[in-house]
């Protein structure tokens, strides 16, 4: 058993592109001036502007033709249940149906201690007639470890891995890649680098939209990232 803090993380895999060589930006232009039958305006640099002056009338559509593939790691299970919440999305994920997880890793939030004992536990015996309570003081860390010899009793007595993961927690370490388009990716960034969204899928998602700014200036600059990473704004756009 292994425990992870602030160790969530994404890796872009795929932004898709034009088979004629076209990028991201050349793809969404290709595209959207069929809307204008404007093609001959194409120069090499033209993408940029027209890409933010769709972006800025509002008229998101267009920029769903292209898409963006990213895998997330040493992220929980509680944050992918989240994330799959969206529905304009591809998914795919590490399962726990087929995955033994005897050896797991677990997710636990910033700032706690998981040795700190925090809970007392009681667990009653009979010695005879006679209730026996033993009393202990446990840890994040040492609950864990309980969880993980329980699982792996379970698959020892045989239970295969899709009922034994029944006693898995939900900070359950998980894989996940996710493939959207590029406008349902501004909402997931809007939703989850909002500072009401949950801090796991915050962090990592603050982090990818720091890379997806840095590659597609042009998709995602109208959302400001505070230097501290605290807060997340997004600029209106002109009418
Ligand atoms: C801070 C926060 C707290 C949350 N708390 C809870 C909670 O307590 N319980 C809970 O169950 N969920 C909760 N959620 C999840 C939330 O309800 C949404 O399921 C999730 O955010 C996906 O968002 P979405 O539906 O806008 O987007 P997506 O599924 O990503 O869809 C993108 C957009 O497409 C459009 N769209 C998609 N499908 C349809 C459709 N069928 N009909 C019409 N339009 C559609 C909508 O405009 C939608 O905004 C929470 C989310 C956040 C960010």
Known sequence: MEILQNAGSHRILAIMIGLEGENPLQLI???????????????????????????????????E????TVEFNNVSRGLTHELVRHRLAAYTQESTRYVDESDFKVVI??????????VTLEISDRIGAVPSPHIFAVS???????NEQMYRGLRIAGWVTE????????GIKSQIVITANLREWRHIF?????????????RVMVNLL???????????DDFVIAKNGKSVKQRRRRQ
Request: glycine share 4%; aromatic share 6%; proline share 6%.
């Open 190 to 202: 809007e939703l989850r680098c909002a500072i009401s969204a949950h801090w796991e899928i915050r």
């Open 210 to 220: 720091r890379e997806a700014k840095e590659r597609l200036p042009v998709v995602f």
């Open 109 to 118: 939030p910033p700032g706690k201690d998981p040795d700190e004992k925090v």
């Open 140 to 146: 994040f860390g040492q609950w864990m470890q309980l």
């Open 163 to 170: 009922d034994a993961r029944q006693v898995l927690p939900i």
């Open 29 to 63: 232009e290709l595209a959207g001036r069929t809307a204008y039958q404007s093609r001959e305006k194409i120069t090499d640099d033209s993408a940029i502007k027209f890409v933010e002056m769709i972006r800025k009338r509002g008229h998101e559509s267009v920029i």
């Open 65 to 68: 033709h292209s898409a963006m």
